[in-house]
């Protein structure tokens, strides 16, 4: 019996081995930090070249790839809500191309809705933080998250025969890879930096809960407000606000959520 079995048996050796996962998590969080800048940099897509470059990823993720969309003679992924949404992008220092965007979608007029309510609304009408309960002003939605195969890693990624999300390692430093999987945090992280700027207080999100639960790990805890249901794959609506996302971040976290919220006011001045 191995030894971390043994430790898994026990209620010490849970507690154990639970503090040591949280302790690797921190330690990788921290490395994480100290890295992200040097590789990975947030970028409010404040241009219409900026949004094409947003607009171009989705459409090679959510049409080309996974399919979950079709495809558009444009090579762009655009709908109704984008007319009201901030969007963000990560861009990759060494070779400046973007690896990845999301949305922050925010209504201001009372026929703008968000993608939970138009789509998903009969997921989540028995919770009471449902978006119709707060100021239409006060709420976001964090969707359309995407970023492009060649900036994601699975440990499949390093032996032939592996499919999408393939890394070339002699193109990417081992030191860089070590950031990738964190792309999507830093996509989070970002939207949530955008959503604190613009004042709004609740966030909803639709989410595998697979997904909720890494979040989990790392101090973003959704609460989930309904049922799993079909929708591009078995996905829930979650929420959050903002006094729950700044109190449970975890420390090494806080470092990188502060630095990507600096640059974000940054830019948000300049323009």
Same mark, same amino acid.
């Given at each position: 019996? =191995?030894?971390?079995?043994?430790?898994?048996?026990?209620?010490?050796?849970?507690?154990?081995?639970?503090?040591?996962?949280?302790?690797?998590?921190?330690?990788?969080?921290?490395?994480? =930090?100290?890295?992200?800048? @040097? /590789?990975?940099?947030?970028?409010?897509?404040?241009?219409?070249?900026?949004?094409?470059?947003?607009? &171009?990823?989705?459409?090679?993720?959510?049409?080309?790839?996974?399919? /979950?969309?079709?495809?558009?003679?444009?090579?762009?992924?655009? !709908? !109704?809500?984008?007319?009201? =949404? %901030?969007? $963000?992008?990560?861009?990759?220092?060494?070779?400046?191309?973007?690896?990845?965007?999301?949305?922050?979608? $925010?209504?201001?007029?009372?026929?703008?809705?968000?993608?939970?309510?138009?789509?998903?609304?009969?997921?989540?009408? !028995?919770?009471?933080?449902?978006?119709?309960?707060?100021?239409?002003?006060?709420?976001?939605?964090? %969707?359309?998250?995407?970023?492009?195969?060649?900036?994601?890693?699975?440990?499949? !990624?390093?032996?032939?025969?592996?499919?999408?999300?393939?890394?070339?390692?002699?193109?990417?430093?081992?030191?860089?890879?070590? $950031?990738?999987?964190?792309? +999507?945090?830093?996509?989070?992280?970002?939207?949530?930096?955008?959503?604190?700027?613009?004042?709004?207080?609740?966030?909803?999100?639709?989410?595998?809960?697979?997904?909720?639960?890494?979040?989990?790990?790392?101090?973003? &805890?959704?609460?989930?407000?309904?049922?799993?249901?079909?929708?591009?794959?078995?996905?829930?609506?979650?929420?959050?606000? &903002?006094?729950?996302?700044?109190?449970?971040? @975890?420390?090494?976290?806080?470092?990188?959520? +502060?630095?990507?919220?600096? +640059?974000?006011?940054? &830019?948000? @001045?300049? +323009?």
């Amino acid at each position: 019996m =191995s030894v971390i079995k043994k430790l898994g048996q026990s209620r010490i050796g849970g507690k154990l081995f639970g503090g040591m996962v949280a302790n690797r998590v921190n330690k990788e969080a921290t490395t994480i =930090s100290e890295h992200f800048d @040097k /590789f990975l940099a947030p970028v409010i897509a404040k241009t219409e070249l900026h949004r094409q470059h947003v607009f &171009q990823i989705r459409h090679q993720v959510y049409c080309e790839e996974l399919k /979950f969309e079709p495809p558009r003679p444009d090579g762009l992924e655009i !709908d !109704d809500c984008d007319l009201y =949404s %901030s969007h $963000c992008l990560i861009r990759h220092i060494p070779t400046d191309r973007y690896a990845g965007c999301v949305r922050v979608v $925010c209504p201001t007029q009372p026929e703008e809705k968000l993608p939970i309510q138009k789509y998903c609304s009969h997921a989540y009408q !028995d919770s009471s933080l449902r978006p119709e309960s707060f100021p239409s002003n006060r709420i976001c939605e964090i %969707s359309r998250l995407a970023v492009l195969a060649e900036f994601r890693r699975r440990k499949s !990624d390093k032996y032939g025969g592996a499919g999408t999300g393939v890394i070339n390692e002699i193109t990417y430093s081992e030191e860089e890879l070590r $950031c990738f999987p964190f792309i +999507s945090i830093g996509l989070y992280l970002a939207a949530a930096g955008l959503a604190l700027e613009k004042g709004i207080e609740h966030a909803f999100v639709m989410m595998e809960p697979r997904l909720a639960r890494s979040m989990a790990l790392i101090g973003i &805890q959704f609460e989930q407000i309904g049922p799993a249901i079909e929708y591009h794959g078995q996905r829930a609506p979650y929420y959050i606000n &903002q006094e729950i996302f700044l109190k449970s971040l @975890k420390p090494g976290f806080k470092a990188l959520e +502060s630095g990507i919220q600096r +640059s974000i006011l940054s &830019q948000l @001045k300049e +323009s």
